[in-house]
């Protein structure tokens, strides 16, 4: 009997918390309006050539680096006005609107100086908010500088992506400017890929080609580094002496030593490029005639397969 008695007194006391989600919204939209009223502001931050007042309190509850700048015994935490260096006024306007509105705009012409922003500031959904815009934007007019950018940061989503867009149109590609700007890190990484949408391996060569020659006293050196990312197991005897025998090659008597050793030694990659594994599946299905060679049959086996996601 006594232990029933605990139950229902302890059932009685029992508590339950409750959130106020219009409370967490009303607060958020009075400091606001604090911020637009210019109430109770008790420092500048000076960007630029421009001013911007703020809540020391606001931005130590939205950014690490802001809480540290004041509570950790900065000279900045005593001063009035504080110099922030290396930032954009517009930026650091986007970056203030959203601590204290909770709404962020990106596009992509302030895309990556509003990442760099956040980066610098460790306002974490800002970063990763840009990241994934990034990701969500590649194509063909930006997709090398977005790779380069998420190079520079280390942002893996954003290079995964640039490198999908490459992989599948490498043919075109390697024909652009673009391309011809890639780093050798850049290019190797490119043509390692099982990926790359090409039916002829002599395709991946051919494109190493044009990018030394468009910088050649600044790149033949490199072309040792880069001879074994071309699969010379997918080259016919005849085309592989045509490259030994290039201008390039010949040229350069470390990269004539490791064609030689590369196939010396068969140390090729074994799996056909994705283009190729395409071609081959069709070609293998219009032998033993199992499908139809109509349009609608070839599309079934010329869509890619899936490639990683992010």
């Known amino acids: 009997m006594a232990a029933t008695e605990t139950e229902r007194n302890d059932s009685t006391i029992r508590t339950r918390s409750y959130q106020n989600e219009s409370y967490l919204h009303g607060f958020l939209g009075a400091v606001g309006d604090l911020q637009k009223e210019r109430a109770f502001q008790d420092v500048v931050f000076e960007v630029g050539n421009q001013q911007f007042p703020c809540h020391r309190l606001v931005l130590s509850a939205a950014s690490p680096y802001f809480r540290a700048m004041f509570t950790s015994g900065m000279v900045e935490s005593r001063q009035k006005t504080v110099v922030l260096q290396g930032l954009d006024a517009g930026i650091f306007k986007e970056i203030l609107s959203y601590i204290y509105s909770g709404t962020l705009h990106v596009s992509l012409d302030k895309v990556q100086p509003l990442y760099q922003a956040a980066d610098l500031l460790q306002l974490d959904y800002v970063r990763d908010t840009c990241s994934s815009y990034m990701a969500m934007n590649v194509e063909r007019a930006n997709c090398v500088d977005l790779y380069n950018f998420a190079d520079a940061f280390c942002i893996d989503i954003v290079i995964r992506k640039c490198l999908q867009w490459i992989d599948r149109n490498f043919a075109e590609f390697s024909f652009s400017d673009d391309f011809f700007s890639l780093s050798v890190h850049q290019?190797?990484?490119?043509?390692?890929?099982?990926e790359l949408n090409v039916t002829e391996e002599i395709t991946v060569w051919e494109a190493v080609v044009?990018?030394?020659q468009h910088s050649r006293e600044g790149r033949l050196h490199h072309l040792p580094?880069?001879?074994?990312?071309?699969?010379?197991?997918?080259?016919?005897?005849?085309l592989t002496k045509a490259i030994s025998e290039h201008p390039l090659v010949r040229e350069d008597p470390e990269s004539c030593d490791v064609i030689r050793n590369l196939i010396r030694k068969r140390k090729f990659n074994p799996v056909p490029r994705l283009g190729i594994t395409m071609e081959m599946v069709l070609l293998s299905n219009v032998d033993v005639g199992k499908e139809s060679t109509s349009a609608v049959g070839m599309t079934n086996y010329l869509i890619p397969r899936p490639l990683p996601g992010p």
Do not use: A, G
Not at 187 to 194: R, Y
């Open 187 to 194: 290019l190797t990484e490119i043509i390692s890929h099982d």
């Open 210 to 212: 044009r990018w030394v």
């Open 225 to 238: 580094n880069i001879l074994p990312y071309i699969r010379f197991n997918r080259l016919t005897s005849d």
